[in-house]
């Protein structure tokens, strides 16, 4: 079992429709990274977020942390067919400042 | 700045041999480096911790004797997989920190190995 789980798994939409991915856990995290993943590449980090209820924006990507520090959102807007790929979130734990443990990840493929 | 190299980026090897990769911090030093490995249309997994000078942790299920990690500088780890096997094919991901943090320490990734076993 994955200690933390994305939904959802894929996601298709049309160029310019909004979305929103999710990553949950039962675990609390100190800190929380986004990352996006093209197919043969490494992953390539969005964001950090650090304090529970943390909101940071990049462009048209919104990230929280919740006020909890167990889950995280990214929402999209407007989405563009650069947008495709797969969106990972991880978690780094108290007892450890620099391992970070992968969600299940999230595949999003944006229509023209 | 931060970037960290891997090579080769793709290997093909026959069953029961070896291969090294390596994962290289080019512009900082690396106090610690993690291996991980991706399955086709999967996440990332952690296989193991790397501290230069002293023995890797290993995530539990991780054969040790089969994935032999060598951290033997501030710049350079190098994973061996010891008689490669078909089941062994993956995308092998490295990454490495400055860790200079003691809240949290960003990892910088390579670009990944693909390896594909006959």
């Known amino acids: 079992t994955q200690l933390l789980e994305q939904s959802p798994q894929f996601l298709s939409i049309q160029e310019g429709e909004n979305l929103t991915v999710y990553c949950n856990s039962s675990s609390v995290f100190s800190s929380l990274q986004w990352y996006r993943q093209e197919p043969g590449e490494g992953p390539v980090l969005l964001v950090t977020v650090v304090t529970g209820g943390e909101v940071k924006k990049l462009k048209r990507l919104t990230f929280q942390f919740g006020d909890a520090r167990k889950d995280s959102s990214l929402h999209i807007t407007a989405a563009q067919p650069g947008d495709t790929g797969l969106y990972l979130c991880a978690g780094a734990q108290y007892s450890s400042a620099s391992k970070i443990i992968f969600g299940s990840g999230t595949r999003l493929s944006i229509r023209p | 700045g931060a970037v960290v190299s891997q090579h080769p980026s793709w290997v093909i090897c026959k069953s029961g041999t070896s291969v090294k990769i390596e994962c290289r911090s080019l512009d900082f030093q690396a106090t610690t480096m993690f291996w991980y490995r991706q399955f086709p249309k999967k996440s990332l997994m952690l296989m193991a911790t790397?501290?230069?000078?002293?023995?890797?942790?290993?995530e539990q299920g991780v054969e040790k004797d089969k994935f032999l990690i060598n951290h033997a500088s501030l710049t350079l780890s190098t994973l061996t997989v010891t008689s490669a096997h078909p089941e062994d094919s993956s995308f092998y991901i490295c990454?490495?920190?400055?860790?200079?943090?003691?809240?949290?320490?960003?990892?910088?990734f390579g670009p990944g190995t693909r390896l594909t076993v006959l």
């Open positions: 790397s501290n230069e000078g002293s023995k890797a942790t290993y």
């Open positions: 990454s490495a920190t400055p860790g200079t943090s003691g809240t949290y320490n960003e990892q910088f």
